[in-house]
Structure formats: structure tokens, C-alpha cells
């Protein structure tokens, strides 16, 4: 018997399993390829031959595929061993893609918990991995000390669809970040200055309107977006067209930021342009528009 079973050796499978080893925890592993196997074993793993041997050999299943169709179909076969066994899924996935795979693993009498892998794989079991968790409460108080091999835990809650929910929030927030961060390249660099001369600007500037954030969250929790605003949606629009405007100058493409132009237009044409831009988040909850 080991500790945990591994499911998945690619790049973060293969970093997962790493990181239980590490810790001296007695590890099984499976991957559809299993010469990925190889270097795992050579730390001490040991290779099931199937997946069923695979979970059949730990309480706690590890599963780190591409996605959740994956998981169920390379889990199918095993079903029958499931039974009083823990399933941590981390692969990325939904929210209703989780909950239907909880309900899935409930079936077989097994506990399911959903992880969101806030890391790329050498971060994994260093101080700044961090994984949010959701599903059983009872299941993750009782793995949660292995589960700390990977980097700090967040359990979130019972629902399932937790974890997905906070890991997608916050690649949207990564993500938006990242589109401003390559529209501002494509400008300067196509005025000649350097990616490597504007970049530490562009990292300051970001951290301190990083600043503005909290505000945010006590508008959207109050509701009151238009005490104290300092820079009103009406005065950023009309800036934002200067943006837009120099982008269309300068031959860069503008598919980057015309949605922020579309919602802000729509902002001010609903009577916000005296509201701060936390506002803009109702409009997006309350229409399908722009989807
Ligand atoms: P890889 O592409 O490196 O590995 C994919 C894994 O899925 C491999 O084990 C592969 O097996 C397996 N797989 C794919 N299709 C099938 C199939 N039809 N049947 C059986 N096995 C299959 O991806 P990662 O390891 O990087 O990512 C895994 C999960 O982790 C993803 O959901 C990803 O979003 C998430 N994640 C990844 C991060 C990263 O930076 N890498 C960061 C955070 C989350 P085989 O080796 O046989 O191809």
C-alpha cells in the first residue's frame, strides 16, 4: 500500500508527485505513457501497471489530466476500487464540471475534493505554490497534512464548484493584467523604445494602482460606488478613447482593449459616468450583452 496515488504524469503531474516524494511519502504512480513514469521511479515511486492498480494501492487519488472528460474516462475502469477512497481532482476544470464529478465519485462511495493549482510545476512544494481546495470538509481535514507537500492550502468550502470558481476568478484577473501588459508592448515597441527599458514602469505603475483594489471591494460589497470617487468613469472613458485612438494611429491592433472601451461606453450611456469604474462590474452580471 502507499500514501497516494498519482494519476497524470505530465508537467504538473510529474511535479505533484515529486513533491509527495519529497516529503518521504510512499508514492504510486500512473500515466498513459509510462515511460513518464521512469524518472519518478527512479526516486522511489512505484509504477502500477493499471489504473485500477493504482487506486487500489492509497486512500488518497491524486488526478492530474488535461481536462475533467479525461479524468472520467481514465477513472471509468477503476470505479469499482473507489469505494472509501478519497479522490483529489486537480485538474483545471468548471464549476459545474466539479460538481458533476463529486457527484460521479459519490456514486461509487468515494470522497471527492476539487483543487485549483495556483502554481506552474517548479513552483510546486515550494513556499510560494498555493492550492485552493473544495468539496468534503471531513475528506480534506483528514489528507490535509499530506496535502501540504504541494505548497500552502486554501479549503474554501463544501461545494465542490468552489475551487474552479476562485482559480478561473482569478486567471481572469491574470489574464486582464496580461492583455494591458502586451497592448502596452505592442505600443512602446512599435514607437522603437525597448520592451526591457519600459517594462520596470509598466511593473510600478501596475503595483501602484494595485492600490485602488480594496476600495473596489468595499463598493462592490456596499453598493455605493459614487462616494469619494476620485477618478470618475466619464473623465477614464473619454481618456480610454485616446488610447484607442493612438492604438489606431500607430497600426496596433486594438481587439485587446476595445471590450473595456465597449463596457465603459455602456457605463456612462446608464447613468454611471459619476461613478467610480467598480460599478462597471453590475453591468457585466446583469447583461449577456458583450458575451
Ligand atoms: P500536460 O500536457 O503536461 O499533461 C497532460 C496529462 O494528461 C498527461 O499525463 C497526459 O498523458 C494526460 N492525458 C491527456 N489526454 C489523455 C487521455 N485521453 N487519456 C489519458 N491521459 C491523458 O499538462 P499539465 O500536466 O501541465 O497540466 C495538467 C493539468 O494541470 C491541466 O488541467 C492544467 O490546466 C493544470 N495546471 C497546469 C499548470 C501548468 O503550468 N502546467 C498550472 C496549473 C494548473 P500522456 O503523458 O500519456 O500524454
Not at 497600426?251 to 456612462?268: A, C, F, H, Y
Amino acid at each position: 500500500m502507499s500514501d497516494i496515488a498519482v494519476i497524470g504524469l505530465g508537467a504538473m503531474g510529474t511535479a505533484l508527485a515529486e513533491a509527495f516524494l519529497n516529503k518521504g511519502h510512499a508514492v504510486t504512480v500512473w500515466n498513459r505513457s509510462p515511460a513518464k513514469s521512469d524518472v519518478l521511479a527512479a526516486k522511489g515511486a512505484v509504477v502500477a501497471a493499471s489504473v485500477e492498480e493504482a487506486v487500489s494501492s492509497s486512500p488518497l487519488i491524486v488526478a492530474c489530466l488535461l481536462v475533467y472528460d479525461t479524468v472520467r474516462q481514465v477513472l471509468d475502469p477503476a470505479r469499482e476500487a473507489l469505494p472509501r477512497r478519497t479522490l483529489v481532482n486537480l485538474t483545471n476544470g468548471t464549476p459545474e464540471q466539479a460538481r458533476a464529478m463529486s457527484d460521479w465519485v459519490a456514486e461509487y462511495g468515494a470522497d471527492y475534493i476539487d483543487g485549483g493549482i495556483m502554481a506552474v510545476p517548479p513552483m510546486i512544494g515550494g513556499q510560494h505554490a498555493l492550492i485552493l481546495y473544495s468539496g468534503s470538509r471531513q475528506a480534506f481535514d483528514a489528507h490535509a497534512g499530506r496535502l501540504e507537500a504541494l505548497g500552502a492550502s486554501r479549503y474554501l468550502g463544501e461545494d465542490a464548484g468552489l475551487a474552479p470558481l476562485y482559480d478561473i476568478a482569478l486567471l481572469s484577473g491574470m489574464y486582464g493584467l496580461f492583455a494591458g501588459v502586451l497592448h502596452a508592448l505592442a505600443l512602446t515597441g512599435a514607437a522603437g523604445i525597448p520592451a526591457r527599458e519600459f517594462m520596470p514602469l509598466l511593473g510600478s505603475w501596475l503595483q501602484a494602482m494595485q492600490g485602488g483594489l480594496p476600495k473596489w471591494a468595499e463598493q462592490i460589497d456596499s453598493g455605493d460606488h459614487s462616494s469619494n470617487v476620485v477618478s470618475n468613469l466619464g473623465m477614464q472613458a473619454d481618456a480610454y478613447f485616446n488610447l484607442i485612438d493612438a492604438s489606431r494611429s500607430a497600426d496596433i491592433s486594438t481587439e485587446l482593449v476595445l471590450p473595456m472601451q465597449n463596457l465603459m461606453k455602456r457605463g456612462v450611456t446608464a447613468g454611471r459616468a459619476n461613478a467610480d469604474l467598480s460599478s462597471l462590474v453590475g453591468l457585466l452580471q446583469s447583461s449577456k450583452q458583450g458575451s
